[in-house]
Nanobody, 125 residues
């Protein structure tokens, strides 16, 4: 499975962006997919995750109510809609996929087998 993240950019605080994570692999619907982010000088952190059938999603507390993760398995793509962006959301955003990710490991980056190249999100104040 190869992942391609896109949609990042420069936006003012309060603005919106939609990130996309497109997969070139087969059976994408069998993978748990999550978004992580890494700001300069900080560790990579979990942002949002979605299980195979989209019935379960999880969010980091600081993005709840502002970000929405969704997936279109027919298009082999997972999206992260980001609204009400804040300067502290500035980071490189990575999508990650794993077939064997269990619920308790959803937020653990070590549980994922495949990573996209990252897309820069910059929010100006």
């Amino acid at each position: 499975v190869q992942l391609q993240a896109s949609g990042g950019g420069l936006v003012q605080a309060g603005g919106s962006l939609r990130l996309s994570c497109a997969s070139s692999g087969h059976r994408f619907s069998e993978y748990v997919v999550s978004w992580f982010r890494q700001a300069p000088g900080k560790e990579r952190e979990f942002v949002a995750g979605i299980r195979r059938n989209s019935g379960y999603t999880s969010y980091e507390d600081s993005v709840k109510g502002r970000f929405t993760i969704s997936r279109d398995n027919a298009k082999n793509t997972v999206y992260l809609q980001m609204n009400s962006l804040k300067p502290e959301d500035t980071a490189v955003y990575y999508c990650a996929a794993g077939r064997g990710v269990i619920l308790s490991s959803l937020r653990d980056s070590r549980a994922y087998d495949h990573w996209g190249q990252g897309t820069q999100v910059t929010v100006s104040s």
